[in-house]
């Protein structure tokens, strides 16, 4: 499988990103974790499943992918070495198990679980221990968590306003949650920049929905990057240059460059599959 | 692994190819050895364990009402972004509640789905607030808690594939699944 670019500007690093690739036709589908080169070269199928894999997250060190599998027909986490393909869940409680995001020290995982009736809020899981540690406690949804450069705050998305917005909160037990983001009424999972400089996140406009980018040093104003009708799930390149993220192009799921600045857009198109979830690994 | 294709969802396909009304009657064979796997080893499992196969055809009084009459509808649809159970799905629900109340045996797993369109994290949301609703809804008219559980999608699985409407109203959606 090749990407064919529209604009022609090459990646002057030689990074890695993993993404998911969906194939076939319902009612039966084919599931892949991917791992390719960042401009799409020597794609690699690390997990390949016949139900629904998301949320790719690279461990701090490269080595490691956590992702979400419903192969039970029931959402777990697991932690896979990419060097030996050995897999371990880590989490699969009753209810939900997504949205797992790496701790800076690569020591904890930050999750979305369920109670049993249904809230969904974020939980921190040290993997050593296990030791278990509630973070959000709202009657709304709370998902899709990111850690801050100093482990000591997640940002996360809560429809705790009525809407999803981004939020932040740190993790000592005390802190209250922070709201960022007030343009519009759905903004949601948080990616940083790796200097935490900028966050990318998904916002509606226009009744699509587009990556924005917004300064977490100035004033909280945001921009619009992108103009498709369902540009969603960004992620930084290690440089912090440009954000990967999936689109659609006439009714494909493709994967899309934007530069973090706005100005360059550039297309990957894929010759099979359905592609989403881009995480660009880091250095 | 291997994921069975059930003739449910070839009938439903086919049904919808053919352009039939959006409610449809889903009818879940009695298939013995429908297996999926279960729970294995490993860090981190706890709560109860919730895969299981579709309804063996013996297992349980009632097996032959549940492939006819109002309990052969087994989906509900919603508006987007609601997770309210919308009227016209009353008389399902209160089918389904009676079956449950009246075979304490039986177990059911709520699917709740999205329409493809936001973030997929948020939409598990979504879709687990969906099969919480009709959670609540059953339980309200008597069913245990212990019959009942709940998985969200969120919009990983849809039922219909395209990006208008027409789509999305079929994937807004919780299968109810007896399971055992």
Same mark, same amino acid.
């Given at each position: ?283 | ?27 879940? %064979?009695?298939? !013995?050895? =429908? ?5 294995? #080893?490993? +860090? *981190? ?41 919308? %009227?016209?799905? !009353?008389? =399902? ?5 009676? #079956?449950? +109340? *009246? ?46 559980? =709940? ?30």
């Amino acid at each position: 499988m090749v990407f064919e670019k529209i604009l022609g500007i090459r990646g002057a690093f030689a990074t890695r990103i993993a993404y998911i690739s969906v194939i076939g036709a319902l009612p039966r589908k084919d599931y892949r974790l991917i791992v390719a080169d960042a401009d799409g070269e020597n794609p690699h199928v690390v997990m390949e499943s016949g139900e629904p894999l998301m949320s790719p997250a690279w461990s701090p060190d490269g080595q490691k992918l956590a992702y979400v599998s419903f192969e039970n027909r029931l959402p777990s986490v697991y932690v896979q070495v990419l060097k030996t393909g050995e897999r371990q869940r880590v989490s699969a409680r009753a209810g939900v198990n997504q949205a797992p995001a790496w701790s800076p020290d690569g020591k904890k995982l930050a999750l979305t679980l369920s109670t049993r009736d249904g809230n969904l809020d974020i939980y921190v899981l040290d993997l050593a221990t296990q030791a278990l540690t509630r973070i959000t406690d709202d009657p709304g949804i709370d998902t899709e968590p990111q850690w801050s450069n100093d482990g000591q705050s997640l940002y996360f998305t809560s429809d705790r306003a009525g809407g999803p917005q981004i939020y932040r909160v740190g993790i000592e037990a005390s802190d209250k949650p922070r709201r960022l983001t007030f343009q519009g009424s759905y903004n949601a999972r948080p990616r940083l920049s790796p200097d935490e400089s900028q966050l990318a996140f998904v916002t509606q406009e226009d009744g699509g929905y587009r990556i924005a980018t917004m300064d977490l040093r100035g004033h909280g104003e945001a921009q619009v990057l992108t103009k498709g009708h369902f540009d969603v799930s960004p992620s930084f390149a290690p440089n912090g240059a440009e954000i990967i993220y999936a689109s659609r192009d006439r009714g494909r799921g493709v994967l899309a460059l934007v530069s973090a600045d706005g100005r360059v857009q550039e297309r990957l198109v894929s010759s099979e599959g359905e592609l989403q979830e881009p995480a660009w690994a880091p250095f | 692994m291997k994921r069975i294709v059930s003739i449910a969802l070839l009938i439903a396909g086919a049904a919808l190819l053919s352009g039939c009304p959006k409610k449809h009657n889903v009818v879940e %064979p009695p298939t !013995a050895g =429908t297996q999926v796997p279960g729970s294995s #080893n490993t +860090t *981190g499992t706890e709560g109860a364990s919730t895969s299981g196969r579709a309804l063996g055809g013996d297992a349980a009084a009632g097996a032959n009402a549940m492939t006819t009459g109002p309990l052969a509808k087994r989906i509900i649809y919603f508006d987007f972004d609601k997770s309210e159970i919308k %009227p016209e799905f !009353a008389d =399902t629900v209160s089918a389904h509640a009676r #079956n449950l +109340t *009246g075979h304490p045996n039986l177990k059911m797993k709520l699917e709740g789905n999205t329409d493809e369109r936001g973030t997929r994290e948020y939409n598990i949301g979504l879709g687990e607030r969906r099969a919480q609703a009709v959670r609540r809804a059953l339980m309200l008219q008597g069913v245990a808690e212990s019959q009942l559980t =709940t998985v969200s999608f969120g919009a990983e699985r849809p039922a219909v594939e395209g990006d208008d409407e027409a789509a999305w109203a079929q994937n807004r959606r919780v299968e109810m699944v007896y399971i055992q």
